[in-house]
């Protein structure tokens, strides 16, 4: 098992590109499956759960081929599978994205209930109650679920919450079915964004991503396109805050700015400098960083997958912070390791009291989830010692082999 060593680590500095995010890549490759023709991502960042839905598109019959770093090929004019594995099912939640488009593309699809990040409960309900708004019949046994129809019907689909899952399988699901969808209280993330503009690309006929009402017009056929993966910016937040936690000056480079507005908005209240530059931000970490406190929202409020990265840095920052975390039910398992290394936390409930400590001390520590794993990192950058972090397939599933771009920055990180 591969672990992770930090040091402590002098301020970094430098430039870093980002990568093309996680969090539209995996939609979008699950789209691939609508069109009949060839379909060219760019931007594509090279992660495992990349990899994962790769290996999923294959076992239902498309053709994937991996061109030059970051150029994916997908030909799906030959789905000839509904049900996908249950091994690869479980190692990764977004998997289950594939249902819409299988559901509309070919009127049947069986997966089994999907894995992730421990991060809650997760439920799935809100997907299932749109595929059957629009005539599906839905069937659970076993731990698998089944959706079938001879045809799909749009209807008009209220979400309960805002679930980027549920907006983008829902929206998978309509671009094919008979007449007019609108998905109300619809999740408005960026990445909703990338995947309408892509579906659109492929021939589909959506408008109002972005928006809390999405309008979707089904089409009978979709065709091929080529198409750029927005920048990730949770990663983007991440090297923000790296510049923030060691006091130091990161230029980020490939970065949509109006998409981390909270991020830079937080990061200013703790005493950053942060200038903003086309596609560009530079974050120059304060001598003293303040207390602040920050309430996970649906976009466009503060992401939720930036919540443990602030954490790590409300640890050193002087007073106390309060975080309140509204999106997932269960996502402060950070907050048992980064006390391992002497932070001051309290738990009440959905929020977190943080008492600012003067520094940290190294311990070894287990990357709970991907961006916890995330945080324990920042947090080695600041702590006395090197803190040994384990389970980091975490890590690997949304960051590119993390450590290369830290230790470009300077930081003292290898992996072992
Ligand atoms: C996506 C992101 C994840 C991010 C999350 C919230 C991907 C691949 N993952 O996850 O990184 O943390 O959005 O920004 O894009 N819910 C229900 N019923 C449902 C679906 C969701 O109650 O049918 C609840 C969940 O339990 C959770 C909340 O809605 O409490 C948000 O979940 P959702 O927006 O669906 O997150 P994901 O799409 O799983």
Do not use: W
């Amino acid at each position: 098992m591969d672990k992770i060593m930090v040091e402590k680590s002098p301020p970094l500095k430098g430039k870093v590109r980002i990568n093309g995010a996680k969090n539209s890549a995996l939609p979008i490759l699950a789209a691939s499956l609508l069109g009949t023709e060839d379909i060219i991502l760019e931007d594509v960042p090279k992660l495992k759960d990349v990899e994962i839905i790769c290996e999923v598109l294959a076992s239902l019959g498309a053709k994937v081929e991996f061109l030059d770093e970051g150029v994916i090929k997908i030909n799906s004019a030959d789905i000839n599978k509904y049900q996908t594995p249950y091994d690869l099912m479980s190692k990764m939640r977004a998997s289950f994205l594939v249902m819409g488009p299988l559901l509309t593309r070919i009127g049947k699809t069986k997966t089994s209930l999907p894995g992730g990040c421990a991060i809650g409960t997760r439920p799935i309900d809100l997907h299932l109650k749109g595929f059957r708004a629009l005539g599906a019949t839905i069937d659970v046994d076993h731990g698998n679920i089944g959706a079938y129809a001879e045809k799909l019907v749009g209807d008009r689909i209220y979400l309960d919450f805002p679930s980027v899952g549920a907006t983008e399988n829902i929206m998978m699901a309509a671009v094919m079915a008979e007449g007019e969808t609108i998905i109300d209280n619809a999740a408005m993330e960026p990445e909703i964004v990338d995947l309408a503009n892509f579906l659109n690309k492929l021939g589909a006929d959506v408008k109002g991503a972005g928006t809390s009402s999405i309008k979707i017009k089904g089409v009978k056929k979709l065709g091929g396109a080529t198409h750029s993966i927005i920048p990730d910016r949770i990663e983007a937040g991440t090297f923000m805050v790296a510049a923030a936690i060691t006091k130091g000056d990161i230029l980020i480079e490939n970065v949509i700015t109006s998409h981390i507005k909270p991020v830079i908005a937080k990061l200013r209240e703790i005493g950053c400098e942060v200038y903003e530059n086309e596609d560009k931000v530079r974050v120059i970490g304060p001598k003293k960083l303040k207390a602040t406190d920050i309430k996970t929202l649906p976009y466009p409020g503060f992401p939720t997958d930036m919540q443990s990265q602030f954490m790590a840095l409300m640890c050193v920052s002087e007073g106390t912070s309060v975080v309140i975390e509204t999106v997932f039910e269960n996502r402060f398992m950070h907050v048992d390791e980064l006390k391992r290394m002497g932070a001051d936390i309290k738990i009440d409930g959905r929020s977190a009291i943080i008492q600012g400590v003067d520094s940290l001390m190294a311990a070894p520590v287990k990357a709970t989830d991907l961006r916890a794993g995330a945080a324990l990192v920042l947090a080695g950058l600041v702590s006395d010692g090197i803190t040994e972090i384990r389970d980091i397939y975490h890590i690997d599933r949304g960051y590119d082999r993390i450590e290369d771009k830290f230790i470009k920055l300077g930081a003292k990180i290898y992996r072992v």
